[in-house]
């Protein structure tokens, strides 16, 4: 039946003896030059027997005391006849196990009993390779015998340390007296040093993290100042951005009124251009693109008059002029871009009104299907597509005056897209006698 053991193992490692070994190196950490000076050694007044006394601070005699002196501890010296010495000389090993080995010294070589045992031990230098310490025995009842002989000198101090002087002039502490005292003494002191040593660590720490913890506290009460501020502007960012948009509409709607042809410009303008030989027989406006066909005397006079005329542009013929029969006309197709600038909607303004009344052009008499054939063909431009009737309309010069003049409000003007544009300039004042709201032409 296998037996249950008590031993901590885990996948068979002892872990009682790891914890020692992770340990005992820094058992002795606070006799480190680095951190000895955090566990101050306590003075001590040793009695030596007979009337002498020495001061010492810890294993260190001080041979020059200045002022008298004040020790926290008393130790007693034992004389040499209560003690018995043993030097034990031992392989290299830690000074705990050097301690341990002297111990199972001590007990195997002492002629006292184990209740009246008082032993102590000093590892002293040793050759390289080797370790080695000092061994003092005493009775406990010879110990407490001299201790009591020694009473008027302790002066009331009810637990004294004994000691014994080593080879090496260092005291070996008899254990089981006075030294826990001063090893407790020891042991506040090197707590108290290590937290100061903490505290330091800490208050280090804290001032390098404040800049950061600062800038962390700036930038979240920054973040929710913005969160503040957005909410308190948010009614007003939604109106900027209402605006904004309706600012972008305005501009698209800006840039399709400016790219906009206005077909009475054209219209007009064609009847002042075009000669009195040239019939239309069909009108086509297509955004800034417009289609003529008609008849007229030269064809290639006629193109070479439209492209030089400022605001027409890419003038050219989509099919070659064709002569009708026997007759002197030619029959032509030809197309031309329009400028914004010039027949767009932008630049139909009071000023350039007012400049063509200033001019004092002659509105020619115009037969009256071709101003239903005007109207029709500005009605379906809105389409992008339109076409007037194969009714000829001549082409009257500004200067044909003959015939009853037509009277603005009736013939010469009309309303489309904001101004009033008017063909041939400013509407002329209509002779005395009978006029009519329209007049008809016939082609010669």
């Known amino acids: ?6 031993d901590a193992r885990f996948l068979g490692v002892d872990l009682h003896a790891l914890w020692r070994e992770i340990r005992s190196p820094w058992q002795g950490m606070h006799a480190w030059p680095l951190f000895s000076w955090l566990t101050p050694s ?49 392989p290299p090993m830690s000074d ?65 340390e004994v000691w014994v002087r080593s080879s090496q002039l260092r005291p070996i502490v008899m254990r089981g007296y006075g030294e826990g005292l001063r090893h407790a003494h020891a042991l506040r002191w090197r707590r108290t040093g290590y937290g100061l040593l903490a505290v330091m660590a800490l208050l280090t720490v804290a001032i390098a993290m404040t800049p950061t913890l600062q800038l962390r506290e700036r930038a979240i009460e920054a973040a929710q100042s913005y969160q503040d501020a957005a909410r308190r502007t948010a009614p007003v960012v939604a109106k900027r ?7 972008e509409k305005i501009g698209m709607l800006s840039e399709v009124l400016g790219t906009r042809i206005e077909p009475l410009k054209v219209l007009d303008k064609l009847t002042q251009l075009l000669p009195d030989d040239t019939y239309l027989q069909s009108f086509r406006l297509q955004g800034a693109k417009v289609t003529i066909v008609g008849l007229t005397n030269n064809a290639a006079a006629l193109m070479q008059l439209l492209g030089n005329e400022p605001g027409l542009r890419e003038v050219r013929a989509p099919s070659a002029a064709t002569r009708m029969g026997n007759s002197a006309k030619e029959m032509f197709a030809i197309e031309f871009m329009l400028d914004p600038h010039v027949f767009g909607v932008v630049g139909n303004t009071p ?21 239903a054939s005007a109207a029709a063909s500005s009605a379906s431009s809105a389409a992008a597509s339109a076409a007037i009737p194969t009714t000829m309309v001549p082409a009257m010069p500004a200067a044909n005056t003959a015939g009853p003049a037509v009277s603005a409000p009736a013939a010469g003007k009309a309303a489309f897209g904001g101004a009033t544009p008017t063909f041939g300039g400013s509407p002329a004042k209509a002779p005395a006698g009978p006029s009519s709201s329209s007049a008809n032409r016939t082609p010669p």
């Open 96 to 160: 705990s196990d050097v301690v341990k080995a002297g111990a199972l010294e001590v007990r195997a070589i002492s002629p006292f009993s184990d209740s009246d045992l008082v032993w102590g031990g000093k590892t002293v230098d040793a050759p390289a390779g080797s370790a080695k310490i000092e061994l003092a025995l005493a009775s406990r009842k010879q110990v407490a015998q001299y201790l009591a002989s020694q009473a008027a000198r302790l002066g009331g101090v009810s637990d004294p």
């Open 1 to 6: 039946m296998p037996s249950i053991s008590s």
């Open 42 to 90: 306590a003075p001590v007044v040793l009695l030596h027997p007979g009337d002498g006394l020495s001061f010492w601070l810890g294993d260190e005699k001080q041979s020059k005391v200045a002022g008298p002196i004040k020790a926290s501890f008393t130790a007693v010296e034992l004389p040499e006849e209560l003690v018995l010495r043993r030097t034990l000389t031992l």
């Open 241 to 247: 951005d209402a605006l904004m948009q309706s600012a």
């Open 351 to 371: 000023g350039a009104a007012s400049s063509a009344a200033a001019s004092g052009a002659v509105i020619p008499a115009l037969p009256a299907n071709a101003v």
